[in-house]
């Protein structure tokens, strides 16, 4: 039967909706509740109308067919909200200078490697507060073996995180000092960092559900505001997968909503309502 209410248009039924569920669950390991199912239909009949396909079920035979493998990825990234801001969750920050950065000089200045890790970038305001971060404690990091790696599902904000030029709305959440010392203003009332601190990030697409081409640990993983949009075995074996790339003594960093259920078995002890350590 059709439904023609307000949780959608004359095409949009309840079993295209639940076709978006399937995919969005295979595909990313997303959870989509049925409160979604308006939400839904907001967000993919823009890319329904841009592309002028005759209806909802034309678009989802497309993005489950070979030829619309490039839009199923968009697909994905509609049904999720990237909203960041720099030094968001400062506590998180702060923990990562004091804690996680010594401790990571200490071995980068011997000749090891320092590796962190932004599991879901976004459009690369954490990242970036993670290398200000890392520079205002070890500020010769940039000519040491330290990398940030920043990952996230949607490559058009991954594109969009490497640029490091971000409006100046934007910016003004980084302290005056910081953005005097890592970045330059570059026309249009934009701002992008500048100097040694571009070389520590390194902007990757990942589906944190998919294989993992990473090799090595890490001292920290910032993975925030993710897991609310997984079901509760997906999430648990998320954390289980990160917890595996810690080094040991090294840190996890969540969303404020979130929490590690299994952090017994994933090895880490609960040191913040947040912040996770493995090991002892």
């Known amino acids: 039967m059709m439904d023609m209410t307000s949780a959608g248009g004359p095409d949009y039924t309840d079993a295209d909706f639940q076709t978006v569920q399937r995919i969005a669950q295979k595909e990313a390991g997303i959870c989509l509740p049925d409160s979604k199912k308006t939400l839904v239909y907001s967000r993919v009949s823009r890319r329904v109308r841009e592309l002028g396909l005759a209806s909802f079920r034309t678009y989802l035979d497309f993005v489950q067919a070979p030829e619309g493998q490039d839009e199923l990825e968009k697909f994905i990234c509609v049904l999720t909200t990237n909203v960041t801001s720099f030094f968001r969750e400062k506590n998180h920050f702060t923990h990562l200078k004091e804690f996680v950065v010594p401790r990571l000089a200490a071995k980068a200045r011997a000749g090891g490697r320092g590796r962190l890790w932004s599991a879901a970038c976004s459009t690369g305001q954490e990242p970036w507060s993670i290398a200000m971060s890392v520079m205002a404690a070890f500020p010769e990091a940039s000519s040491h073996d330290v990398r940030i790696l920043a990952t996230d599902i949607n490559s058009d904000v991954v594109a969009q995180a490497a640029t490091g030029i971000y409006p100046e ?77 810690l080094e040991e003594g090294g840190f996890l960093y969540v969303g404020h909503s979130e929490r590690v259920a299994s952090k017994s078995e994933c090895g880490l002890e609960q040191v913040a309502p947040t912040i996770y350590r493995k090991g002892h």
């Open 169 to 245: 709305a934007e910016v003004e959440a980084i302290p005056a000092g910081k953005r005097a010392q890592f970045m330059e203003p570059c026309g249009g009332g934009d701002f992008r960092f500048t100097g040694g601190i571009c070389r520590l990030p390194a902007f990757r697409v990942l589906n944190l559900n998919a294989d993992w081409p990473i090799k090595g640990s890490f001292s920290a993983i910032f993975c925030r505001n993710v897991v609310i949009y997984f079901d509760e075995a997906t999430r648990e074996r998320l954390w289980r997968r990160l917890a595996d790339r």
